[in-house]
């Protein structure tokens, strides 16, 4: 087989929680995308000469690369018009790169991460917690314990000023280059605030770390960046929520999320999506994954009015795995376009993908996803799973899933099945006395149970929750 | 549209093949409308992911391999009783109003630029009309290719409570050096009831690109199963598609490929459930040696009315060889949620473990291989109803495996 970078090429063309703030912003860009702004977010965070130079480049390959538009049946993007949406807010606090401690914030920031359960997860069960607020991480702090062993977890803006040269090296590079599509494209121009983790060589960080993003202001783009360094044989957990109130005008969501996993290295990252019904999230992240490495990616996709993510590892070393879990829940109005993509370009690879979906009140959930086994990837294999749950025939299911294979001696399955709720199910679950709402209720629950049991128990609650109150009262 | 008119194919060139035929004007009309609407057509649609195009068929040179004025064939048609098995003109001067009625209602000739290339072009093909209530066992066509290019059109209607089991054979004759093209239509009426199985088996040579986009209407309680076979050929690009309009109707798209050498094979299977309680069953099943390589797209699409609908699919390859590669999209698209359906894709060697088994009685690995490779299509075999056509899909897979 040619060497790893030839391969890594082929994948380089490519309201629960709706109160409102009033927003109040120390800057604002103005609406709309140009070298001007650009110029002004940089210089707003005082970033060396490299990275504005990388924002420019990103930005002329944002303007050069079509909107995606002929995939078959992909969410409408005819209203995102990057023209109508402010880039880049930094709320109103003094601190630059956030506050460590939690008393030290504005108080509707504070109430508002207090609505969300910031500080209490972090009391509980977390390694370390961050907090964006808009455009700017506002609240970061990490246990003592794990910074003494040299973990490093800090907004990505101080990464860029503190730890240059990691970020110089890894920053939307080989991972996420900005000519991947459009919206990577876009999110190298115009990208603020995100997570940096870095763990040293055999270092173990027990518990979660986690980083929580909000956008309050209506009509906004959040566009924070995310890096994950795993160095050899270390191991780490990193858990993302996002939300934002609901508005008329749209908002956009364009994050990235670049992780390199070390040799012998594990990395899990777990998100729970939960944007309001009026956000576009259009995302990349992407996982390059050493010999031996593991990425586990694990989604609930609830909230947004459409998404468009496909979490992608390339498992570039002898032996690397992956393991994606998937959930993805679309009520009326939503297309929830998701799915993964693993590029086995090493042999004696693995990946394992399950993804659920449930689609009710007329939205739509797709799963597409791209399997691909490069010639010399020999003994790897792939096991793809997707069940998804109808519940009314206005609501629509599809499963897209492509597979290249350009080995022989591989082992590779897929698997799909589309159903409606069973009668029989829900008139056994009646009368042994559970009303119709909570039997199905607990059906889903049932169903979603093998992502749920994978994700820390918080987050297992929080997403339930979630599914609850989609189903609540509105179950025909 | 990017690909370039042969500068052999003109308005005269479709006149002169339609008169020489003694056409009536209703199907010199639809070939001229083919023709013009060309320009405007697209290539049938590829599978494109980043960095890969599934298949290329943009990049062919229809100059060299089209030759319209000089298409030969022999084919020979075996009929039932109660049936006519006719070659075109026969039927066109039998059953005028029949072929008028039924010819492009199933596909329609501008679906792409090579259906409508094809029926600006076709001169030859068979009608099949079996009457209402008639059972027509084993119609066989045995056509052979003798020219640079075929363009062939086949027209099955079945009458109510009708039934026929048919088998469709394409090789070559006469061997014509160089590459050459072969394009082939056929569309499937059926009526209330009706049951037709359509089995068709392609052992072109391996310089002739292969064209077929077979497509079937299923009316109430009618059953459309197809076999589609593909042994032969430089490239095959192969669309076999039902629409189960009818309520209660049923499909099976039974399909079997071994590629070996450099051949290319694009596989298709479609089927659009739209009527109630319909029932679709894909299985598709492949082999590939050397450095071929196959494409597979399954579409199992619900439609919004298609109440109670049963919808299966699977598709399963085997690889040979190192050199080989295999790309498949099982697709499922439902907008009826009262709708069971599932699909499943696998792609693998031959199982170590059966291998193991048998070659510890005393087989060789060789003779072991070959027996597991020929037992792997036992399934799609099973489904052949005309003997001869499994027999003959049996034999090529045999005599592949030497």
């Known amino acids: 087989m040619s060497s790893d970078q030839d391969h890594l090429q082929k994948t380089d063309t490519e309201e629960r929680f709706d109160f409102k703030k009033e927003s109040k912003a120390a800057f604002a860009a103005e609406k709309g995308l140009t070298e001007e702004t650009v110029h002004a977010i940089s210089e707003d965070k005082d970033e060396p000469e490299w990275m504005l130079e990388r924002r420019l480049r990103a930005l002329e390959q944002f303007q050069e690369m079509p909107m995606p538009t002929d995939w078959p049946g992909q969410p409408d993007l005819s209203e995102v018009d990057i023209d109508e949406i402010v880039p880049y807010i930094r709320p109103d606090v003094d601190v630059r790169a956030g506050v460590d401690d939690w008393t030290e914030l504005p108080d509707e920031i504070k109430d508002t991460f207090d609505k969300l359960g910031i500080p209490e997860a972090e009391k509980n069960a977390l390694s370390g917690v961050g907090a964006q607020y808009e455009s700017e991480v506002v609240y970061q702090n990490m246990q003592e314990r794990w910074e003494e062993k040299g973990v490093i977890f800090c907004n990505m803006d101080e990464a860029v000023q503190e730890h240059e040269e990691i970020v110089r090296e890894h920053f939307m590079t080989t991972c996420v280059p900005p000519s991947d599509n459009k919206f990577a494209a876009l999110h190298g121009a115009v990208w603020s605030g995100g997570s940096f983790v870095y763990v040293p060589e055999d270092v173990t960080v027990e518990m979660p770390v986690q980083a929580y993003f909000r956008m309050n202001s209506e009509g906004m783009g959040q566009f924070e960046h995310t890096l994950i360094v795993a160095e050899e044989g270390s191991e780490v957990h990193y858990i993302e929520g996002c939300s934002a109130p609901k508005y008329s005008a749209i908002n956009l969501h364009s994050g990235g999320v670049e992780v390199f996993v070390g040799e012998d290295a594990h990395v899990q990252y777990s998100t729970v999506q939960n944007w309001s019904k009026n956000t576009y999230n259009l995302n990349t992240k992407r996982a390059l994954v050493e010999k031996n490495g593991r990425m586990e990616w694990i989604s609930g996709s609830m909230g947004s009015k459409a998404t468009m993510l496909y979490p992608s590892s390339i498992l570039k070393g002898r032996g690397a795995s992956d393991n994606h879990i998937t959930i993805a829940f679309a009520g009326e109005g939503q297309n929830i376009d998701t799915g993964a993509k693993v590029y086995h370009n090493a042999p004696n690879t693995k990946s394992t993908i399950e993804s659920k979906s449930i689609s009710k009140d007329g939205g739509r959930t797709n799963y597409r996803g791209l399997v691909h086994i490069a010639d010399g990837a020999e003994n790897s294999s792939t096991a793809v799973e997707c069940d998804a749950l109808m519940f009314d025939n206005e609501s629509t299911s599809d499963t897209m899933p492509y597979m290249e294979i350009n080995e022989s001696k591989v082992d590779v399955a897929h698997e799909a099945t589309v159903g409606k709720i069973g009668d029989e199910d829900v008139f056994y679950l009646q009368s042994r006395g559970l009303d119709d709402d909570d039997a199905k209720q607990m059906i889903v629950s049932g169903f979603i149970e093998p992502i749920t049991e994978e994700l820390p128990i918080e987050y297992a609650v929080e997403l339930n929750r979630l599914v609850e109150l989609e189903m609540e009262g509105s179950l025909g | ?402």
């Open chain 2, 1 to 402: 549209m990017s690909t370039q008119l042969p500068a052999s194919i003109s308005e005269e060139t479709v006149n002169e093949i339609s008169a020489e035929r003694d056409e009536p004007d209703w199907l010199l009309q639809t070939r001229l409308e083919a023709l013009s609407a060309l320009e405007e057509l697209e290539m049938p649609s590829v599978i494109e992911t980043p960095g890969r195009r599934w298949t290329n068929l943009e990049d062919l040179d229809y100059e060299s391999i089209v030759d319209p004025l000089d298409q030969r064939d022999e084919t020979e048609r075996v009929s039932a009783e109660g049936a006519k098995v006719l070659d075109f003109e026969t039927a066109l001067e039998e059953h005028p109003e029949l072929v008028e009625e039924h010819f492009g209602s199933v596909t329609d000739p501008q679906t792409n630029y090579l259906t409508a290339l094809s029926t600006a072009l076709f001169t030859t093909g068979t009608v099949i009309y079996v009457p209402e209530g008639v059972d027509a066992e084993d119609v066989k066509v045995r056509a052979e290719m003798n020219s640079t290019s075929l363009f062939s059109h086949t027209l099955v209607v079945a009458e109510d409570n009708s039934s026929a089991t048919i088998l469709e054979r394409i090789s070559n004759g006469s061997a014509v050096d160089g590459d050459r093209y072969f394009s082939n239509l056929v569309e499937i009426v059926t009526g209330e009831n009706a049951y037709v199985q359509y089995g068709s088996l392609q052992n072109l040579d391996e310089d002739v690109y292969d064209f077929t986009l077979k497509r079937g209407d299923a009316d109430r309680y009618a059953t459309i199963d197809w076999i589609e076979g593909n042994i032969g050929s430089r490239l095959t690009r192969s669309d076999i598609e039902t629409e189960l309009n009818g309520d209660s109707s049923e499909t099976k798209i039974v399909g079997a490929f071994f590629g070996h050498d450099d051949q290319h094979f694009d596989i298709n299977a479609r089927v659009w459930h739209n009527g109630e309680h319909t029932t679709a069953d894909l299985v598709t099943r492949g082999v590939l040696d050397d450095e071929a390589r196959s494409v597979y797209e399954g579409v199992q699409d619900v439609g919004r009315e298609a109440w109670d609908t049963s919808s299966y699919q699977r598709e399963n390859t085997l690889m040979l060889s190192d050199d080989s590669e295999a790309d498949a999209s099982p697709k499922l698209i439902i907008h009826n949620h009262d709708t069971e359906a599932s699909h499943s894709a696998t792609v693998g060697q031959v199982d170590a473990e059966d291998l193991f088994y048998m070659t510890s009685r005393a087989i060789s690995p060789n003779t072991a291989r070959n027996m597991l490779v020929e037992g792997f299509f036992v399934p799609v075999l099973e489904e052949v109803e005309v003997d001869e056509l499994r027999d003959d899909i049996d034999d090529l897979i045999v005599a592949r495996l030497d």
